[in-house]
């Protein structure tokens, strides 16, 4: 069975720097996804970022962006520019494409937090 | 783009009985949408998956006579917490996926109902 690992129950960065979550996922299929979601204090799930496990050249979008280790099955989020804003937690999961959908396997989550 | 809404955001109600909740996709159109149930402070639980015009696949675990989904339309679920009892309290997360490219594969969420049962 697929798992997703987010070893940092919490995490707290200064405003304007950067900082990067960690995840690790378990998984012997080839083809799947990968994201991050972003759960504010609102409670509302925001897709961060997302990744194709075929695509070698890692994910950016703005002042997000992936490490993404396939060996390694090593998904890890960097946040460059901290911003107020961005505090929340923070959810890895993991899609496989092909399965049962609906099999979206999400990490404990990292909370985190800004300070100013 | 992708929307997706719930109804009601917050409710409660008395222990025996049923709540509806409804997850709506408001600018595309969903073939499978999503049930999930998040404690405090913790992770995402999924309950089970709908697809329109057929019968739910619910989760081990998961009563399928007790929590209803009836998915109606490609645009529309509904979930029924039926004889509801205070450990039936949480928070209710609905999600969906398009059913155009390029995004199938992504689960665009709703903004949760909090249902507290006295």
């Known amino acids: 069975a697929q798992t997703v690992t987010q070893s940092q129950p919490e995490m707290s960065v200064q405003e304007a720097e950067t900082v990067t979550l960690s995840c690790t996922y378990d998984t012997s299929e080839s083809d799947y996804y990968l994201f991050w979601y972003k759960q504010p204090p609102s409670r509302q799930m925001i897709l961060v970022i997302r990744q194709e496990a075929y695509k070698q050249q890692n994910a950016t979008e703005n002042r997000f962006s992936v490490n993404f280790q396939k060996a390694a099955k090593s998904f890890s989020l960097k946040i460059s520019d901290s911003q107020l804003g961005d505090a929340a937690m923070y959810f890895c999961a993991y899609w496989n494409y092909g399965g049962s959908q609906g099999n979206l396997i999400f990490g404990k989550g990292t909370k985190l937090s800004v300070k100013p | 783009g992708a929307v997706v809404s719930q109804h009601p955001s917050r409710v409660i109600c008395k222990s025996g009985t049923s709540v509806k909740i409804e997850c709506r996709s408001l600018d595309f159109q969903a073939t499978t949408m999503f049930w999930y149930r998040q404690f405090p402070k913790k992770s995402l639980m999924l309950m089970a998956t709908?697809?329109?015009?057929?019968?739910?696949?619910?989760e081990q675990g998961v009563e399928k006579d007790k929590f209803l989904i009836n998915h109606a339309s490609l645009t529309l679920s509904t979930l029924t917490v039926t004889s509801a009892h205070p450990e039936d309290s949480s928070f209710y997360i609905c999600s969906a996926s398009p059913l155009a490219e390029p995004s199938t594969d992504t689960q665009y969420f709703g903004p949760g109902t909090r249902l507290t049962v006295l």
């Open positions: 709908s697809n329109e015009g057929s019968k739910a696949t619910y």
